[in-house]
């Protein structure tokens, strides 16, 4: 009985053969690439991709939709699929009181922009030269003509202090009402004092200070005042609540007054 030939082991393939297979796949490879390449470009110039519509959404009271859409088109390049939606957004977000736009494709030739406005709730800056501030503490540049309310505050501090100072200005309104007198302005100086100026022109010194600390300070002021005023018929020139123990205030047609405690009056803050 003859036994089975044993196989003979594969011969390795030469050097060259090699180079040329793997030179066969990437050459393969690179051919579909770009063929892949120049199909997409040839797709995403076709008119069935062009824009034919922006629709503008969102709570808009101070932009209509036309408008912005007239606006901000003429700065819009490429087609659905190749415009660029961070430059698209950029342009909407450069119109006045819009705060923040999202932008979405459409298929198959449409932009979806919803935008968000800027709630203004106080003025920044000096008189004559104020920004706005929305309810978030973020200033922004706007037409002071178009806020409808006549009564918003005036803030204003050291950049970049607008949240801190909408923070304050909330925290202390009330205690003023108490008064019945409206906060109309607060400011921080540089120094980290606080100033506020009443509807009735008065002037109040706070110091320094957070908000923690500012609140207990105007109540205890809050708390006499009014008895102190009453006493001599007299409104409120000024006030300066940068004692330790007690404030120094001035009421019209009367000199200054010191209203504290029986301790030595410590150092102004």
């Known amino acids: 009985m003859s036994r089975a030939a044993s196989p003979q082991p594969a011969t390795p393939l030469p050097m060259d053969v090699k180079l040329m297979n793997i030179m066969s796949v990437v050459l393969g490879l690179v051919f579909a690439v770009l063929t892949l390449t120049l199909a997409v470009a040839w797709v ?54 819009v705060r923040r736009a999202v932008v979405q494709r459409q298929f198959p030739n449409r932009l979806k922009v919803m ?92 110091g320094h200070g957070s908000l923690a600390e500012l609140q207990p300070r105007l109540r205890r002021f809050i708390a006499t005042v009014t008895q102190v005023s009453s006493r001599f018929g007299r409104d409120l020139e000024s006030a300066d609540l940068r004692y330790g123990n007690g404030y120094a205030l001035r009421l019209r047609g009367v000199t200054t007054g010191d209203i504290s405690s029986q301790d030595d009056k410590k150092k102004k803050r």
């Open 115 to 206: 935008l968000h406005e800027h709630k203004a709730v106080a003025y920044w800056g000096s008189d004559g030269d104020a920004r706005l501030v929305n309810d978030a503490g973020e200033v922004f540049e706007a037409n002071a003509g178009d806020v409808e309310a006549e009564d918003l505050p005036l803030l204003n501090g050291p950049a970049g202090q607008a949240p801190t100072v909408l923070q304050a200005y909330r925290g202390l309104s009330p205690l003023f009402e108490e008064m019945d007198v409206v906060l109309e302005q607060l400011q921080l100086s540089g120094q980290g004092g606080w100033r506020a100026q009443l509807d009735s022109g008065a002037v109040i010194e706070l």
């Open 44 to 97: 995403a110039r076709q008119s069935f991709f062009n824009l034919s519509a922006i629709h503008v959404g969102g709570e808009l009271m101070h932009n209509n939709a036309a408008t912005l859409r007239a606006n901000v088109a003429p700065r819009l390049a490429g087609n659905f699929i190749t415009a660029d939606l961070a430059s698209t957004r950029a342009a909407f977000e450069a119109v006045p009181w």
